[in-house]
């Protein structure tokens, strides 16, 4: 089992980029894949949600109504779009698979690797 974290980079404040999660040896369409963050010296924190159940978004306060959660079944793929990005939205990015939304972030099974996200004028 794999999961591919990728679409991170370099991106001006009010700038967009789109995360992908891909994934190798599961179905993403039966879990729920969140995204969490974490930026230098900082612990990794939950961004969002989306539910293998019934599709259901959940967002951060600090994110909500900037970055949507989307699935492609056919690509086996989450994607994360993030909109309005600004400067506290530096982290490294990762995304995870388990059962469902809201679980404690250790609870998680699943890991990618994690993409940088910069974003700087």
């Known amino acids: 089992v794999q999961l591919q974290a990728s679409g991170g980079g370099l991106v001006q404040p009010g700038g967009s980029l789109r995360l992908s999660c891909a994934a190798s040896g599961l179905t993403l369409d039966r879990y729920a894949v969140a995204w969490f963050r974490q930026a230098p010296g900082q612990e990794r924190e939950w961004v969002s949600c989306?539910?293998?159940?019934?599709?259901?978004?959940y967002y951060a306060d600090s994110v909500n109504g900037r970055f949507t959660m989307s699935r492609d079944s056919a690509k086996n793929t989450v994607y994360l779009q993030m909109n309005s990005l600004k400067p506290e939205d530096t982290s490294v990015y990762y995304c995870?698979?388990?059962?469902?939304?809201?679980?404690?972030?250790?609870?998680?099974?699943?890991w990618g690797q994690g993409t940088l996200v910069t974003v700087s004028s």
């Open positions: 995870a698979a388990d059962f469902m939304c809201g679980l404690p972030i250790d609870h998680y099974d699943y």
């Open positions: 989306i539910s293998g159940s019934d599709g259901r978004t």
